[in-house]
C-alpha cells in the first residue's frame, strides 16, 4: 500500500486557502508558501485535503490518499 502524499504544483500563487480551510494540515512558510504540516497524519484528513483541492484557484494541490 502506498504512503498519502500531498504534493504543491509549480503554479501555486500562495493564496494561502488551503491554510486558512485546514490549519490542522497545512502551514504556510514564508518565501516558501503552503506546506503540509510536519508530523499531520495526511490519511486521517483524506476528506478535508480532497475538499480544500477543490477550492485550490490554481489547482495545484495534487494528492494520493
Do not use: N, R, W
Amino acid at each position: 500500500m502506498k504512503k498519502p502524499v500531498v504534493l504543491f504544483e509549480e503554479s501555486c500563487v500562495k493564496c494561502a486557502i488551503c491554510t486558512e480551510e485546514a490549519p490542522e494540515v497545512f502551514v504556510f512558510v514564508e518565501k516558501i508558501g503552503p506546506q503540509v504540516k510536519e508530523g499531520v497524519d495526511i490519511a486521517s484528513h483524506s476528506e478535508k485535503i480532497k475538499k480544500v483541492a477543490q477550492f485550490c484557484p490554481m489547482e495545484c494541490i495534487k494528492y494520493h490518499l
